[in-house]
């Protein structure tokens, strides 16, 4: 029982455009959403996070955007950049479970063309 | 400032044989995790101390047991590994939010 999918595995952007990854939860106790970024045999590195509370967090070229009714969350990349090349994990954490403990979705591996 | 270390990289195991994986952190964050990571899967929690002294199960605990030896370390051990235990696995520590967790490098562990 998967609460937190990402649906796609995959996603291909040209240099340039826009890159959005899509998150979907289904336990409505989650109130803290993270996206993580992994490159190949290394750790995920944190980006970008974002509180029940807002509905939109900013970070430079990243937003994060929550519909909380929808349980929808997604990850805006804006110019993509071929160093943006990979696997963007959308994880969540809910408050009082395993003192913030994520779980995590399956992962999408993007690959931005130059 | 290194994050988090982890220890080894790479470990081949038998059916049978003990380890146990080692984790440091330099951020004076209080808690600590063990993940695992299966492909085409996320990562799993098998266990994680919220503090220096406490240990708790996640969602894959079974066959592993945890030590938080001090607030820097804290450690995994496979008893008896068997091959489903073959996976990346992944030390983080956390200050709590809105920071994320950071995550060492993983180790890459082999069960034949």
């Known amino acids: 029982d998967q609460q937190v999918k990402q649906n796609s595995p995959s996603l291909s952007v040209q240099e340039g455009r826009i890159s959005i990854l899509n998150c979907d939860y289904t336990n409505s106790m989650f109130d803290y959403f993270l996206w993580y970024k992994k490159y190949p045999a290394e750790g995920p590195t944190f980006l970008i996070s974002?509180?029940?509370?807002?509905d939109k967090n900013e970070d430079g070229r990243f937003t994060v955007f929550l519909n909380k009714s929808a349980k929808h969350l997604s990850l805006h990349i804006v110019p993509s950049q071929p160093g943006d090349s990979a696997v963007y994990f959308c994880a969540a954490s809910a408050e009082g479970t395993g003192r913030r403990a994520l779980t995590f979705g399956s992962g999408t591996r993007l690959q931005v063309q130059p | 400032n290194a994050g988090v270390t982890q220890t080894p990289k790479f470990q081949v195991l038998k059916t049978g044989q003990s380890m146990t994986l080692q984790c440091a952190q330099d951020?004076?964050?209080?808690?600590m995790y063990w993940y695992r990571q299966d492909p085409g899967m996320g990562l799993r929690l098998i266990y994680y101390?919220?503090?220096?002294?406490?240990?708790d199960k996640g969602e894959v605990p079974n066959g592993y047991n945890v030590s938080r030896l001090n607030k820097r370390e804290f450690s995994l051990r496979l008893e008896s590994a068997a091959p489903s235990q073959t996976s990346v696995y992944f030390c983080?520590?956390?200050?709590?939010?809105?920071?994320?967790?950071?995550f060492g490098p993983g180790t890459r562990l082999t069960v034949t």
């Open positions: 974002i509180s029940s509370i807002k």
């Open positions: 983080a520590s956390s200050a709590g939010p809105p920071a994320g967790q950071y």
């Open positions: 101390s919220a503090s220096e002294g406490t240990t």
């Open positions: 951020m004076n964050h209080n808690s």
